[in-house]
């Protein structure tokens, strides 16, 4: 073989080795689970400033779990509209909005206390109160339409100060309700956080230490209630 049979012979086997690299490349992308096209959401802002450890970086990715969606679980309140038919009972089929007396008005039954039950058992009071005088064994489907918006305040060293709302579903703690706010600020005191409430008509203020909920050291995350006011108090030590 003389020089140029093997320069065109070497130039040929450098042509073939890039297209076939070029060919590998989508089935390397095929084999490792199309990872490039799997959409990944904002890195989690920490609620903790980043000096500190291991454990309050954990609470702070888990502060936003998914809320379940409003179900025959949900427990009614007012200001929020549902919706009740009965099967073949046309004449009762009833839009109404929740008063603040937790009632609705119901055809042949007046005024029904549903507000603090359960969808699912708000549909079993009606049924029930149907069944002893009006229908036999009615069919009763109570939904829900539209939900009551419910609000809370957090105030003091925070990022982002202001009024929020309380989801639906509720299951917020408090250290969800600091990372809505963005997250404590450097000067935040932990130990000393304050919640102002509303107790039966009593005004509460309890004192918690957040330090301790990101820890996993208190037993009781602190869960968020309507109406609550959250201050976080500076630390000058």
């Known amino acids: 073989m003389n020089q ?17 690299t070029t060919l590998s490349q989508p089935m390397a992308a095929q084999e490792s689970g199309n990872s490039a096209l799997t959409p990944v959401g904002p890195a989690a802002n920490p609620i903790l400033p980043a000096t500190g450890n291991a454990a309050q970086g954990q609470a702070a990715d888990s502060a936003f779990p ?6 025959g679980a949900y427990v009614l309140r007012p200001g929020d509209i549902v919706n009740v038919i009965v099967y073949r009972e046309a004449d009762l089929a009833v839009t109404s909005k929740i008063s603040e007396d937790g009632e609705i ?14 969808a699912f058992a708000a549909q079993d009071l009606i049924r029930k109160k149907l069944d002893a005088g009006y229908i036999v ?29 309380l989801p639906a579903e509720g299951g917020l703690n408090l250290l969800q309700s600091i990372g809505m706010a963005g997250g404590f600020t450097r000067i935040a005191k932990y130990t000393a956080v304050q919640i102002t409430r509303d107790d039966e008509g009593r005004n509460v203020t309890l004192k918690v230490n957040a330090r301790d909920i990101a820890d996993a050291k208190a037993k009781d995350p602190c869960p968020i209630r309507p109406g609550d006011v959250i201050t976080v108090p500076a630390s000058w030590f």
């Open 4 to 20: 140029a049979t093997t320069s065109n012979f070497l130039r040929m086997m450098v042509i073939f080795l890039a297209a076939g």
């Open 66 to 71: 998914n809320l379940p969606s409003a179900s």
């Open 105 to 118: 008005t119901y055809p042949l039954l007046g005024q029904v206390k549903v507000g603090g039950l359960s």
């Open 137 to 165: 064994n009615p069919q009763v489907s109570l939904s829900i339409l539209a939900q009551a918006k419910q609000y809370f305040t957090v105030m003091g060293e925070v990022a982002r100060p202001g009024i929020y709302e």
